[in-house]
C-alpha cells in the first residue's frame, strides 16, 4: 500500500470519528446557552407582551426546548446557523464570513511570526545553551509569556500610535498598517512560547545517541541540527500549533476589542452580551470545527514527520 | 612499520551532582597500520568513554586531557571542524547501542548517502550505489528495497549491521567496533563479531575492537588490553595473554569465558564482587577487594611494569598468578 491512501484512509478514519465530538459540542453549547439567565429580548424597558411574543414565535423560542434543539440540528446539517437575533437582516453565516477573513488574517500572520521567531529563537538558544545570550533570550521569553495581550497593546498603542505616531491606534481597513498592531500583540506571546518549547526540545534531541552518530560521520554542525535535529525537535512545536492556530485564527475577543477590529472575536462579544443565542452557537461550533481540523492536520503532519507513526497506521 | 594511531595519558573525567567521575585514567596504546587491537573489561572499565573522547564525542558532562596521534596529528587538540575531516573518513566508529544509534526519522539511504557525499564527494546516485554496495557486504538481504526502509523496520542485529555498513562507507584506517552488550542475544551477537573479523580481514584496515568477552578476541586480533576501572591493568599479544596471563584479572576473565570443551559452559567462573564505585575509587590497587592474591604491599597503587618485551601489567605479584 502506498503511503497516500495510508493518508487517505486514515484521514476518513479521523473524520468520521470527529462526528460524535460534534453532536456533544452541539449539545452542549446549545443548552448551555439558554441555562444563561436573560433572554435575547430583554432589554431595559420591557416590551410589550404581544411583541415579545411575535419575536419569539418568528425565531421559535416558544416552542419546547427539545422541538428547539432537533430543529437547530436538523440546521447544521445543512451547515446553516440560522438568522442571527440582534443584527436583524443578517444571517449568522454571513457574519461569520465576514468576520472571519479578517481575524484569519491577523491571527494567520502572527501565528506564522510566531512558528519563524520562535523557532529560529529556540534553536539559537539551544545551541548556546547556558550562555548569556541564552539566558537574555529565555528571560524575555518567560516575560512574553506571562504578560497578558491586555497590558502589551495599551503599551503598543502609546509608544507607537500616541507618542510615535507611525501606525493607527486602532480600526481595520485591511492595511498594513491597520494590522500591525494587533499581529505584533498576537505574535509576541506566540513567539516567546514556541521558543521555550523549541529550545527544550532541541537541546534534549541533541543528547540523543543518534546526534552522536551523525557527529561520527564527521558531518558539519550545521547539517547535524538541519538534517538530524530539526525535526524531531519540531514535533511538540507542531502538536502546540494545532489548537493554539485555532484560537488565533478565530480571533483573540480581547485583541480586537482594544484594537476595534471587526473580527469574529468581537460578533463573539456581542453575541454573548446580547444573548444573541444562534451567533454564540455559530461561533462557538465554528471554532470547535477548526480545532478538531487543524489538530487532523497536527497528526497528519505528525505521521509524515514520524516515520514510525505513519507505519504503524497503514 | 609508522604508527597509525598513538594515545597518551588519556584522562576523562565527568562532572555530575555526586561528585567527579574519572572514568579514564592515563591511558595509553598504540595502533599499528592493519593491526587488529582488542579493549577487554567488565562494565564500565572505561572502554566506551575512551574512544568517544579520541573521537570529540564526550557527553556535554565529560572533558578529556592527554593525546591521541593519529598518523602524528594530536586529534585531541583539534577543533570540529578539523576533528571533522578524519571523523566517519578516517576513523569510524560503530556504537554499541544498535536501537539508539541510528535517527528513527531518516531512511537508511539517507544516512548512508550523507556519509558518500560528504567525504567522497559522490553524487546521489553514486553514493546510493555505493551505500547498496556495503549494505551487501554486511549480508542485508535485498538491499535495493530495504535502503529505502527507517531504522524501526529493522531488528537490532540489522540494524548493528547497517551501524557496521556506514563505518565502511569511506573504507577508513581505523574502524572502532563497540560490541553490543545488551539489546541482542549472544547468537547474534557473535554473528556480528564474526561479521565485523571478516571486514576488517578483507579490507585490511586497523580496527579498535571492544568487548566484555575475551573468548571472542581470541581468533580475531593481534594484540588485547585490558582494562579495569578506567585503567590499563595488562596488554600483550593474543598469545601472550592467553599462554600467561600476568594480571589475576585477566585470569579471572579468562576463567569466565565459557568453553565448550567443558560440560559447564555457562561461565560459572565469573570474577566474583563488583568493580569499584567510581565515584570513590578506594586507595591502594583498585582491583584489590576482588583479588585473591592481595597483599600488603597491594595497599599501595602498582605502577605499570614492563614484564617482557611488548607487554605490560600493573600488579605487585612477582609471579603469574
Ligand atoms: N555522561 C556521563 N556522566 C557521568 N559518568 C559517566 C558518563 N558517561 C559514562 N560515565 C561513566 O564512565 C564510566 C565508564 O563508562 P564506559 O561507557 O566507558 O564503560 P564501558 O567500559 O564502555 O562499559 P560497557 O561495557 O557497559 O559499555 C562508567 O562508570 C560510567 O558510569
Ligand atoms: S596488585 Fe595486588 S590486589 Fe592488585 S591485582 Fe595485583 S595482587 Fe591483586
Ligand atoms: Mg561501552
Known sequence: ?314 | MSVLLEVNGLDVRFETPEGEVHAVRGLNFSLQPGETLAIVGESGSGKSQAMLAILGLLAENGAATGQARFKGEDLMAMTPQELNRHRGRDIAMIFQDPMTSLNPYLSIERQMIEVAMHHQGLGRREARTHAIEMLRAVRIPDPETRIRQYPHEFSGGMRQRIMIAIGLLCEPDVLIADEPTTALDVTVQSQLAALVDEVVARSNMAAILITHDLGVVAGMSDRVLVMYAGEVVEYGTVEQIYAQPLHPYTRGLIDSVPRLDREDHEALHAIPGNPPNMLALPPGCSFRERCAHAFEACAEAPELSEPGEGRLKRCHLEKAP
Open chain 1, 1 to 314: 500500500m502506498t503511503l497516500d491512501q495510508g493518508l487517505v484512509r486514515q484521514l476518513t478514519r479521523r473524520l468520521l470519528g470527529v462526528v460524535p465530538t460534534l453532536l456533544l459540542l452541539i449539545t452542549v453549547v446549545f443548552f448551555l446557552v439558554r441555562v444563561a439567565p436573560g433572554g435575547p429580548f430583554d432589554t431595559e424597558k420591557a416590551l410589550p407582551p404581544e411583541i415579545q411574543a411575535n419575536l419569539e414565535a418568528k425565531y421559535h423560542l416558544d416552542e419546547p426546548l427539545l422541538q428547539q434543539y432537533f430543529r437547530y440540528l436538523g440546521q447544521i446539517l445543512v451547515l446553516d446557523f440560522g438568522p442571527s437575533f440582534q443584527y436583524k437582516d443578517w444571517t449568522v453565516n454571513e457574519l461569520i464570513a465576514q468576520g472571519f477573513p479578517v481575524s484569519l488574517t491577523i491571527g494567520g500572520v502572527a501565528m506564522l511570526l510566531g512558528f519563524v521567531f520562535g523557532v529560529g529563537i529556540g534553536v539559537g538558544a539551544a545551541l548556546r545553551q547556558n550562555s548569556a545570550a541564552d539566558f537574555t533570550t529565555m528571560g524575555f521569553a518567560m516575560l512574553g509569556v506571562s504578560i497578558p495581550n491586555f497590558v502589551v497593546a495599551p503599551v503598543l498603542i502609546l509608544l507607537f500610535a500616541v507618542y510615535a505616531g507611525w501606525l493607527p491606534a486602532g480600526g481595520w481597513d485591511w492595511s498594513w498598517r491597520s494590522a500591525v498592531l494587533p499581529v505584533v500583540t498576537l505574535a509576541l506571546p506566540v513567539i516567546a512560547y514556541i521558543a521555550r518549547l523549541m529550545r527544550g526540545s532541541m537541546i534534549e534531541v541533541l543528547h540523543s545517541n543518534f546526534i552522536r552518530t551523525a557527529r561520527a560521520k564527521g558531518l558539519p554542525e550545521r547539517q547535524v541540527i538541519l538534517r538530524h535535529a530539526l525535526k524531531p525537535a519540531l514535533l511538540p512545536v507542531i502538536s502546540y500549533m494545532g489548537p493554539a492556530t485555532a484560537a488565533l485564527i478565530t480571533g483573540s475577543v480581547v485583541v480586537e476589542r482594544i484594537f476595534s477590529i471587526p473580527g469574529l472575536g468581537s460578533y463573539f462579544v456581542q453575541g454573548a452580551l446580547n444573548r444573541d443565542y444562534t451567533l454564540v452557537m455559530g461561533v462557538v461550533l465554528f471554532y470547535g470545527v477548526l480545532i478538531i481540523a487543524l489538530n487532523v492536520v497536527v497528526d497528519l503532519l505528525y505521521s509524515i514527520l514520524n516515520p514510525k507513526i505513519a507505519y504503524e497506521e497503514l
